[in-house]
């Protein structure tokens, strides 16, 4: 008790006097623990029936009794490849129900582990350890092969943008050199779809002794007015088979170069420009490769998402404008291009077996680095292109009898 004691008369406190009791603090009644001894009752090791790697997995059903008398919460801990497919969420006394244990394995051979059943009550726990093994099947082994033919010379469109390609004489006088000891013949428009005719020449053939001159003139085209789309362009030459004998379906295949320093004037999304060239149908589509300014620090124009999406979508690549380098254009060219081998797949592996896919060719592994899987085309790609008589296999796992 604290009592303040006042002077009377207005007379000031003269003295401050407390009386304080000792207080008492009364801790909660501890609650027993209720597992004086083990409350569940199942089997300690389970075989389960044989599975699949990771195609199917099996199950079993094992009873499981609560034998305390009073209930108790479940729950599990697994150890993978086994888990619990199925557990009660509680167990009265004396009661008994089924829990299922199931085996989901990723690799074959004999695999077993520890799992944990967990009893809860009052705020304490148990636990009982179950022993599971198994024995995994592998996957049946599929594989498909192509003897790899002569690669298909390509046909190349080059649609180059008048005003904006660098002074790149020496670069460009680089790549007619190289297309003239290659088997391709080349048209060169501009953005307007004129055809440029060196000598009255539309289609330049590589072979001819004044190829490296006539494709020269022809990079440099007047200065052409209206929309300016690379894509729209190509469409355009397409519908109207310019040149003539380019666009036949028996001609050999095409490829198309876009060479701009500005974006694609085109109205069409990305989607509708990858749907014009087959890329959604599985068929082997048209690629193209971009020179534009894709860098983050280019100065020399207008980056375009769309073409850049547009060439890595149709197998083909894309190089900045700014430091063209027209050795580093033929190289990535030769490797995902011109010379790309396409090994189709009979099915549709599932995404585990992509994973697991392995490729020979005559029967050396091919590292992964060197090739990839297409979703579209159910295919392997092989950018750089083998030998010609080269054995190329495919081997993957497959869930199908």
Not at 37 to 47: G, K
Not at 203 to 226: C, K, N, Q, Y
């Given at each position: ?10 007379r ?5 006097s ?23 009752q199942v089997?300690?090791a389970?075989?389960l ?6 195609c ?46 199931a085996?989901?394995?990723t690799?074959?051979g004999?695999q ?16 009982t ?7 995994a099947?592998?996957?049946?082994t599929a594989?498909?092969?192509a003897?790899?033919?002569a ?11 008048d005003?904006?390609?660098?002074d ?11 297309l ?7 048209v060169?428009?501009?953005?307007s ?15 001819s ?9 022809a990079?440099?085209?007047p200065?052409s007015?209206?929309?300016r789309?690379?894509h ?6 397409r519908?109207q ?9 028996d001609?050999l295949?095409?490829?198309?170069v876009?060479?701009?320093?500005e974006?694609d004037?085109?109205?069409r999304?990305a989607?509708?420009m990858l749907?014009?060239?087959d ?11 971009v ?8 100065t020399?124009?207008?980056a ?24 580093r254009v ?6 995902t ?5 396409v090994l ?8 585990r077996s ?18 990839r899987f297409?979703?579209f ?5 092989i950018?750089?292109y ?16």
């Amino acid at each position: 008790m604290l009592a303040l004691l006042l002077g009377c008369g207005g007379r000031e406190a003269t003295s401050l006097s407390t009386d304080l009791g000792a207080v008492e603090v009364v801790a909660p009644p501890v609650k027993p623990n209720p597992f004086t001894t083990p409350c569940l009752q199942v089997a300690r090791a389970v075989t389960l029936p044989e599975a699949t790697a990771s195609c199917s997995r099996s199950s079993v059903d094992v009873p499981v009794t609560n034998t305390c008398s009073f209930p108790v919460r479940l729950s599990s801990e697994r150890s993978a490849p086994f888990g619990v497919a199925r557990l009660p969420l509680e167990l009265g006394p004396n009661a008994t129900e089924s829990a299922t244990f199931a085996f989901l394995p990723t690799s074959s051979g004999h695999q077993n582990a520890s799992l944990q059943l967990v009893a809860q009550a009052e705020g304490f726990t148990q636990r009982t350890t179950i022993t599971l093994d198994g024995t995994a099947t592998p996957a049946r082994t599929a594989s498909v092969e192509a003897r790899t033919p002569a690669p298909t010379p390509s046909e190349l469109l080059i649609i180059v943008d008048d005003d904006g390609l660098p002074d790149a004489e020496r670069e460009i006088g680089e790549m007619a050199l190289w297309l003239s000891g290659t088997l391709n013949r080349v048209v060169v428009s501009d953005l307007s779809g004129s055809v440029q005719r060196p000598d009255d020449i539309a289609v330049l053939a590589s072979e001819s002794p004044a190829f490296i001159d006539r494709f020269t003139r022809a990079m440099h085209p007047p200065r052409s007015s209206g929309r300016r789309s690379c894509h729209e362009t190509a469409l355009s030459l397409r519908k109207q088979h310019q040149p003539p004998g380019f666009w036949s379906p028996d001609a050999l295949r095409r490829t198309i170069v876009c060479i701009m320093n500005e974006a694609d004037q085109s109205d069409r999304p990305a989607s509708s420009m990858l749907g014009q060239w087959d890329v959604r149908f599985g068929e082997t589509p048209t690629p193209f490769l971009v020179v534009a300014p894709f860098g983050k620090l280019d100065t020399c124009g207008v980056a375009d998402t769309r073409l850049e999406q547009l060439a890595l979508e149709t197998g083909g690549f894309r190089e900045t404008l700014c430091e063209p380098g027209w050795g580093r254009v033929i190289e990535a060219a030769e490797r995902t291009g011109w010379l790309l081998f396409v090994l189709k797949l009979p099915v549709t592996p599932t995404v585990r077996s992509v994973e697991r896919l392995v490729v020979t060719v005559d029967g050396a592994p091919l590292p992964s680095s060197f090739w990839r899987f297409d979703t579209f085309r159910n295919a392997v790609l092989i950018p750089a292109y083998p030998e010609p008589g080269q054995v190329v296999r495919a081997t993957w796992e497959t869930c199908d009898d």
